[in-house]
């Protein structure tokens, strides 16, 4: 176990509506990502929290949206869902110190949206 | 120049045999190639990664074998067991910018029959 867990594990939501993700860090650990994994596809990198503060943003739009906490927690909004917004959301934490850190994945909230 | 292209999509190999996975890169800023192992339900693990300045790296059954001027690099896993049958990502960063995120590769199915 990676020590990272996420919640809720499933969810199901209808297009139009928002949903919050929760991620809980590995212990010590700085740096959070969360990821997209549409069915049969790799990992697509979301944003990253440093310290509270957006690190990096990939190919997303506005209406998703993050924060860090000050223990490291995290959470994940997504607004306006759309039918293509339908995956597997991964967090991973991972600690800060010297570039290209590795990351410890939790098991994932798998999103439906209808 | 961001993608990373893997191969095959799947695979089907003996009890004992060899699997081999290939991926190859565009980004010649990318200096971190990491290979994640994911079973169904669960986030990706990481297995094992290698860094530019080596062309080979040996972890038990796991290989990574690196080629720099070909832009390739691949995972061999000897004495498949059916225990490895699970879906494997390759994936690379660099600091090309300060969050360090994996691009992932699609994934291969790896089956290992008894």
């Known amino acids: 176990e990676t020590g990272v867990t996420q919640s809720p594990t499933h969810l199901i939501k209808t297009r139009g509506q928002q949903v919050t993700l929760r991620c809980s860090s590995q212990?010590?650990?700085?740096?959070v990502s969360w990821y997209q994994q549409a069915l049969g596809q790799g990992p697509q990198f979301i944003f990253q929290?440093?310290?509270?503060?957006?690190?990096g943003r990939g190919n997303f739009p506005p209406r998703f949206s993050g924060l860090q906490f000050p223990n490291y927690s995290s959470e994940l909004n997504v607004n306006a869902l759309e039918l293509d917004d339908s995956a597997l959301y991964l967090c991973?934490?991972?600690?800060?110190?010297?570039?290209?850190?590795?990351?410890?994945f939790g098991s994932g909230t798998q999103l439906s949206v209808l | 120049q961001q993608q990373v292209k893997q191969s095959p999509q799947s695979l089907i190999v003996q009890k004992g045999g060899i699997s081999i996975i290939n991926c190859a890169y565009e980004?010649?800023?990318?200096?971190?190639f990491p290979w994640y192992q994911q079973f169904p339900g669960k986030g990706p693990a990481l297995l094992i990664a290698?860094?530019?300045?080596?062309s080979e790296k040996k972890e038990g059954r796991f290989t990574i074998s690196f080629n720099k001027s070909a832009k390739q690099f691949s995972l061999h896993i000897m004495d498949s067991q059916p225990g490895d049958s699970a879906t494997y990502f390759c994936?690379?960063?660099?600091?090309?910018?300060?969050?360090?995120?994996?691009?992932f590769g699609s994934g291969t199915r790896l089956l290992v029959r008894p």
């Open positions: 991973a934490s991972s600690y800060r110190d010297r570039g290209n850190e590795k990351l410890f």
């Open positions: 212990s010590g650990h700085n740096t």
């Open positions: 929290y440093y310290r509270e503060e957006e690190n």
């Open positions: 980004n010649t800023a990318f200096d971190y």
């Open positions: 290698i860094r530019p300045d080596v």
């Open positions: 994936a690379a960063s660099g600091p090309m910018d300060s969050s360090y995120k994996l691009i």
